[in-house]
């Protein structure tokens, strides 16, 4: 089965200093959505040491996109939200 298909996310955090980590990788949607709100949430998001967090699938797609001071920008329907 395709991996875009399988229902595996990943979860990256992007820094001020331009580095960035991968939190999760390869775990369903629900889990992949929590620990993006965590990550968008937390202290080092609210104080802009994050400045990005992004869910994607398993075809290297943007499913979700959060950004320090604008909230989030993708999917375009949840756009603003913190």
Known sequence: MDAELSG?????QFFEDGSYEYVRRFVGAEEAVRAARHYTSN???KTGIVRRVIIVDGGDFTNFEWRYGQG?????EARGRQ
Request: glycine share 0%.
């Open 43 to 45: 202290v080092a998001a």
């Open 72 to 76: 989030v920008t993708y999917p375009v």
């Open 8 to 12: 595996e996310f990943s979860v990256c």
